[in-house]
C-alpha cells in the first residue's frame, strides 16, 4: 500500500477456436484413353479414345468456435474503493475468443491424356534406286489415307469444399460491487459496470499579488475544476488530492482534496487557491529584449492512500516576465564626432497593476544604471576617462568608469519615465574608436524587495566617425557606414596614400544619407559637385539602415542617384563588397530629371540638329513616320529604331544611347503611316570606366583591399589625367628593376599595374573607334583620341631638366612611353586589314592614321621637346620599339609567334587583365582561350578575375518597348562573373537599347 508502482491486472477472456483441417487431395490420374489404328492401303486409321476424368478434392475440416469470456465481478467494500485505482483504469478482459478459421477443401486431380489417332498412310511407287536414294515415280500413284483424331484430355476433378470461421465467443460481464455500508453497520452491494475517472476540465490563476505579471520568484493562485468522468462515484473515505507538478519553473505546490463520493460527470472547484510557488531567475539577464520564459503548470490528481495518479496529462502554459522593464534605448546619434553631443534615453515602463519602487506601498527598490566601455575586441584602443565625457540631465558631470546611478522612488501602473544621460567625445580622441553603453535595471526581489537584483540590460555602441569637410585637393572619396572598422578604413587610406592620393571620408549613418545631389544651404553646392570628375569609393557591407535595423549600406542611396552623379558630374564609383547591388539596374537613364527635351517630326530634321550639336545631353523625341502599302507593325518601328541606333554609333564612336520607342500607329496620308516616337537619350560613354563593381565576401579584410585586384581596379577607376600622374610619381620612386620585372610576367610594382591599366584604356578607346566598318561621312579627326593626345600634353617631371632626345629616349619614362608605342603599333597592325589600305571609306583606315599621328606627336612633344627629331634619333626610336618585342616575348610567347607577327592582343579593360587571341584580322570577344593574364589557362592562382562568358548570342538587339513593361524587363541579361562584375554601362544598353556589346 502507498508503493506508486503498484499494480493489478485482471483477465478472464475466452480461448480462441481450433481451426478446420484441409481436405485431401484427389485421386491419382485414370488411365490414359487407347491410340488409334495407324491407316494402310485399304483401311483408313481410327481415332484415338478419351482420357478418363481426374479424381475430386476432399472437403475440409468443419472449424471451432472461440471460448466464451468469463463473467467477472470485482467486489470491494466502499472503504476501499480507492484501491480500485489499482487497475490503473485498464478494463479487465474478459472479452469472448475469435471462432477458429474452417479447413480448405482439397484440391482435384487432372484428367488423364486422350489416346492418339492412327497414322495417316501414304504411298510412293517405285522407278528405280540409286545412291541408296529413292526416285519418286512420275505415274502409277495409290490415293493416300487420312490419320485419325487424337482423343481428349480426361476433365479434372472437383476442388473440395471449403468451411467460413467458427463462431466468436460470448463476451464476458465485467461487473464492479461496492458493498455499501449502512447505518446500521450492515452493507448494501451496489454494482457498477466501470470505475470513477478524474478529468481537469478548467482551469483559472494569477499571480499572487494580483499584479497581473507572473515574474520569477514569485506565486501562483490556481483554481482547478476537476470532473467524474468514470462510471461510479469517487472513494467516500479515501482521499483524492490535487496539486502541480515540480519542474523548471515551479519549485513547489500545495495541494487541494477533491469534494468526496463525486458522482459521475459531477464537478467540483476549490474554492481555496492551490499555491505555486516559482523558481527565482537563477541569474538569468535579459540582454536586449525584455525577460520573456512560458512556464507549464502540470496538474495532477493522487488518492491519497494508494499513492497512485489518474492518467492524466493536462498542463498550462503561462508566462513569465518582470513588471518592470526598459521598454526603449535609444542614443540620439550613434556616430559622435569629437565636440558634438548625443543623449542617451533609455525608458523605463511598469506594465503591472502595482506600484512599484522604494516609496510605494510594496516598497520594492528600483534602480538605473548606466556604465560606458570599451568595445570588446575593438581595432581601436580608447582611454575613457581621457576620450569620453559623461553627464546627467541635470549638467551634473560623472567619471565614465563609475558610470550613472538613478533611484525611481515611485513608478505608477502602466506609467513610463526616462533615464536621460548625455555623452560626448573630447578633442584628441581616434576617429573610428567605438564605446559600449550599457543601461542595467535593478529591482527589488519578490521577496526581500530592499534587495536589488539585476534584471534587465540594453546596450548601445556610440562610435566616433570621421567627419566629412570638403577639400577641393582630395582625390577619393571614401564612403563607409558604422558597419566599417579600424582596420578597413586605415588599409584603404593607406592604399590610397601608396598611389600618391589623398581622401575625405563619407560615413553614410552620420549623415543619414549619400545625397550626392543635396544642394548645401551654406554654398549651393553638392557633393557630386564637389567631387566633379573624381573617384568614390562605396563601401558594401551590413551596417543599421535608415529604418534603425540591420541592412546593406546601399539601403541609404536613392534609385539612379549615382547613375547621375556618373553621367551629370563624370564621377567614378568602385563598389567594394557584396551586395545586391546590380550595376546594368541602377543606370538605365529612362528619363533623367529635368531633362531638356527636343522634338522633331522628322528624322531628317533630327540627324541635321545632332550633326551639326555637341550638345548631346539633351531628350530626343522623333516622330516615325514611314512610307509603305499596306499595314504597319511593330516590327517596321524596331527596324527604323535599330538604323537610328547604328547611325548614332557610328556618328558619336565613344557614346552610348539609349534607343526607346512609344509605338502607336496611325496614318499619316497616301501612303504615309506615323508608327509613333523614338526616344533617345545618351547614357555613360563607352570609353570611360563609370561604375565598377567588386563583389568581394570579406569586404572588411585589410588583406583583400590590398590584393593586387582591389589596386587595379582602384586605379581603373581614376580619372586618366590621375593615371597619368600616378605613372609620373611611380616612375620618379621606381628602378630599372621595377620597370623589367613586368617582362617577366609579375605586377607586384604599381608601376607596372598604372602601365597596364593605362593600356586597357587606349584599347577600349581604339576598339570602339573601330567597331564601324565604314566612315559613313565621319571625319578623321573625330577619331583623334584624347588619352593619346593627354600623353602628349602631359607635362612629365620624372624627365627633369633633361632636354636631350636620346637621353629621354634612354630613361625609365622613355621606356614606359615605347611600351605604349609598341602596343599602339600591334593595335593599328591587327585592327586593320591589308585590304583597308587600298578601299576608300574604310573607318579603320582612318583610325589608324590618327592613332599614327598621335603617336608621333608623343614622340615629338614627350622626346623632342617640340623640336622636328633627327634621322639619327628615328633609328634608334625604331631599334628601341624592336627591343619591345624581346622584352614582352616572355609574356606572349606562350599565346603567339612574335617572330611572325602574327598575334593578336586584346586588352580589355572590362576585366583589367591582358588577353591574347589569334586575329585573322578579326576580334574575338572572350572565347574559351581567354585567360587571366599572365597566368596560363587553367591556373589556379590568378590574381585577375576572369573575364564571363560570352552571352552576345543570347541576346536580343532591339528597342523594347515602352507600352510593354514585361518586354524591357525579359531582355535584361545581368553580365557577372563569379567574383567581379565590371560596367562601364549597362547592358540593357548595350543590347536591348539598341547598342552593340562593350567589354565586361
Known sequence: ?????????????????????????????????????????????????????????????INGDGGNGSNVTVVVNEEDTDLLMLLRSKIPETHGGKGGSGGKGGYGVPGSLGGKGGERYHFVPMSHRHNHSLI????????????GKDGKNGEPGTTGTGHEFGKDGRD????????????????????????????????????????????????????????????????????????????????????????????????????????????NHRGEVAIG???????????????????????????????????VQISSFVASSSQVSPGEESL?????????????????????????????????????????????????ESGIRAKPLEGVRAEIFELKPNEKTFFVVGLSFNDGVVPHSKISVTCTLLFGNINRPEIPQVIHKRTEIIRVPEYYTHNNEADILLITNDGSTFDEITAWKDLIKSLGLTCKIWNLNLHRSLGLNRIRVEDQSSLQKDWKGKTAVFLLNECVGPDGKISRSMK??????????????????????????????????????????????????????????????????????????GGTTEVNMEERCTDIRDKLKSKFPKNRFVVAYDYKPESAGFLKNSLGECIVIQSLDDTTTSLLHIKEKDVHSPQKINSIETKMNLIKCLSFEQKLRLLDRQISFSNLQDRTEIYNGTFDSQLSQVILVILTDIYDEQFHFRRSTWNEGVSQESYHSDLLQSIADYKFTSFGNESNPKLRLDSLLGSVLLDLGFHLKIMNKNFSHEVADIL???????????????????????????TQPTNDFLEGLKAKLREKKTEWKKILDPYFNLEKDDYWVNMTGGDQVLRFYHSGGNFMQNTSNSCAFPVPVGGSDSVFPKAPEDQEATLKETPFNLQDPQDRKKRVVDFISDKYEYKRDDPVLEKVCLSEPGKY
Open 1 to 61: 500500500m502507498g508503493d506508486s508502482s503498484a499494480k493489478v491486472v485482471l483477465s478472464a477472456k475466452g480461448g480462441r477456436g481450433g481451426n478446420g483441417g484441409n481436405g485431401g487431395r484427389g485421386g491419382g490420374n485414370s488411365a490414359k484413353g487407347k491410340d488409334g489404328k495407324k491407316a494402310w492401303v485399304d483401311k483408313d486409321a481410327t481415332n484415338g479414345e478419351d482420357g478418363a476424368r481426374g479424381g475430386s478434392g476432399g472437403n475440409g475440416g
Open 136 to 147: 519418286p515415280a512420275p505415274h502409277n500413284r495409290i490415293p493416300d489415307r487420312p490419320g
Open 172 to 279: 464476458g460481464v465485467l461487473l464492479f460491487t461496492v458493498n455499501c455500508l449502512q447505518e446500521s453497520g450492515e452493507r448494501k452491494p451496489a454494482n457498477f459496470g466501470s470505475v470513477y475517472d478524474v478529468k481537469v476540465r478548467g482551469v483559472e490563476f494569477e499571480d499572487s499579488l494580483q499584479s497581473s505579471v507572473i515574474e520569477p520568484g514569485g506565486k501562483i493562485h490556481l483554481y482547478v475544476e476537476h470532473c467524474n468522468e468514470g462510471g461510479m462515484p469517487t472513494p467516500k473515505y479515501q482521499a483524492l488530492d490535487s496539486f502541480v507538478k515540480e519542474n523548471e519553473w515551479v519549485s513547489s505546490s500545495s495541494k487541494y482534496q477533491l469534494e468526496s463520493s463525486l458522482l459521475p460527470n459531477q464537478s467540483c472547484k476549490n474554492k481555496e487557491p492551490i499555491v505555486v510557488q516559482l523558481n
Open 289 to 323: 529584449e525584455p525577460f520573456l520564459k512560458t512556464g507549464t503548470l502540470e496538474h495532477s490528481v493522487v488518492g491519497r492512500r494508494v499513492n497512485l495518479e489518474f492518467p492524466t496529462e493536462t498542463s498550462t502554459n503561462f508566462s513569465l516576465k518582470y513588471p
Open 344 to 392: 542617451i534615453v533609455a525608458c523605463v515602463e511598469n506594465i503591472s497593476k502595482l506600484p512599484l519602487g522604494s516609496k510605494s506601498e510594496g516598497k520594492r527598490v528600483l534602480q538605473v544604471f548606466l556604465e560606458v566601455s570599451a568595445v570588446e575586441g575593438s581595432d581601436v584602443p580608447i582611454d575613457l576617462n581621457q576620450d569620453v565625457t559623461i553627464y546627467t
Open 556 to 629: 541609404w542611396t536613392t534609385s539612379g542617384e549615382i547613375f547621375r552623379a556618373c553621367r551629370m558630374e563624370k564621377m567614378k564609383f568602385l563598389l567594394f563588397g557584396e551586395d545586391d547591388f546590380h550595376v546594368h539596374k541602377e543606370i538605365i537613364p529612362l528619363y533623367p530629371s529635368n531633362p531638356k527635351v527636343k522634338s522633331f517630326e522628322n528624322e531628317e530634321d533630327f540627324w541635321k540638329s545632332v550633326s551639326n550639336s555637341n550638345d548631346l545631353d539633351l531628350v530626343y523625341r522623333i516622330q516615325i513616320t514611314v512610307t509603305k502599302l
Open 840 to 866: 576608300l571609306g574604310r573607318r579603320a583606315t582612318n583610325v589608324t592614321k590618327s592613332s599614327t599621328s598621335s603617336w608621333d606627336e608623343i614622340v615629338l612633344k614627350q622626346f623632342c621637346s617640340g
